[in-house]
């Protein structure tokens, strides 16, 4: 997709340019404005995968001090650093810091420290040959893995007591592992939006072949949480999408 969409969330709307090879998902815009309310102002925010800079913008919006994206690909970062300028970020009368960084995951930003995370990773669970067709998808055999990861590799970015990761999670790929890594790892957990997410198994064997099959065996295994799907009920299958905070309530060890 290219071209332009508007978002809007709490009272406040940013302008965002798409391009063909970089994620966008119309679907989460309910979820904007909830995230905008947990912004207090003058955090230092860490846009993690950020695709086209949405969650930072919104952030910056809101009253961060500074932004750095980081994504793996890099015209991502491009465009979520000419989004963030196209939106006032940066530069002028807003005071608010932005920078961009491409590489995997946390390795960009080793040895610094944020206030806030915020994140909406890959987590659509599947066989291997979904990571080889549709990697920017891949969340692992369950979905979880970036999620656990991040909460595995959270000490040396969030350290500080009340420091806070807010993420989005869908609830086919496996809560519970997702909130145990949190919480495992130091935080406490408030899940502080959701809505209904809609999908096919079609849809999700059109990616690749078995995937479908393997989120219904993932839900059999209670790593699943979603609805439909059944072989005589509803093809369209519900899960729930949700915006989680995550706060470092101490640190493990
Ligand atoms: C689901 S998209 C979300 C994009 C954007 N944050 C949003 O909410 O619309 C996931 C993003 O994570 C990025 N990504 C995937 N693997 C990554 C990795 N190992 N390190 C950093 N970014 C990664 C992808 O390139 C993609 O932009």
């Known amino acids: 997709v290219a071209g332009t969409v508007e978002i809007r969330f709490g009272g406040r709307r940013a302008s965002l340019a798409l391009a063909p090879d970089v994620?966008?998902?119309?679907?989460?815009?309910?979820?904007?404005g909830p995230l905008a309310e947990l912004v207090r102002?003058?955090?230092?925010?860490?846009?993690?995968?950020?695709?086209h800079g949405v969650l930072g913008i919104v952030a910056g919006l809101a009253g961060a001090s500074s932004v750095t994206f980081?994504?793996?690909?890099?015209?991502?970062?491009?465009?979520?650093l000419a989004n963030a300028a196209s939106n006032g970020l940066g530069s002028g009368a807003r005071v608010c810091e932005v920078r961009g960084a491409c590489g995997d995951f946390l390795a960009p930003v080793k040895g610094e420290t944020f206030d806030l995370v915020l994140c909406n990773p890959p987590q659509t669970g599947g066989p291997a040959a979904l990571r080889e067709l549709h990697p920017a998808r891949f969340g692992g055999a369950d979905g979880a893995a970036y999620l656990v990861r991040l909460a595995e590799e959270a000490e040396?970015?969030?350290?500080?007591?009340?420091?806070?990761?807010?993420?989005f999670h869908l609830s086919r790929a496996n809560p519970r592992r997702v909130a145990h890594a949190f919480e495992a790892a130091g935080f406490e957990l408030e899940r502080r939006a959701s809505q209904a997410r809609?999908?096919?198994?079609?849809?999700?064997?059109?990616l690749a072949p078995g995937t479908?099959?393997?989120q219904l065996a993932l839900r059999a295994r209670g790593e699943a949480e979603f609805t439909g799907g059944e072989?005589?009920?509803?093809?369209?299958?519900t899960m729930q999408q949700a915006?989680?905070?995550?706060?470092?309530?101490?640190?493990?060890?």
């Open 23 to 32: 994620h966008h998902d119309a679907g989460n815009e309910p979820l904007y």
């Open 41 to 51: 102002g003058n955090e230092r925010v860490l846009d993690l995968g950020c695709g």
């Open 70 to 80: 980081v994504d793996v690909h890099p015209p991502s970062v491009a465009l979520a």
């Open 156 to 167: 040396d970015v969030v350290p500080d007591l009340g420091a806070r990761i807010v993420y």
């Open 198 to 206: 809609s999908f096919t198994l079609a849809e999700l064997d059109a």
């Open 212 to 214: 479908g099959s393997h």
């Open 231 to 237: 072989p005589n009920g509803s093809a369209v299958c």
């Open 243 to 253: 915006l989680w905070v995550a706060t470092r309530a101490f640190m493990p060890r």
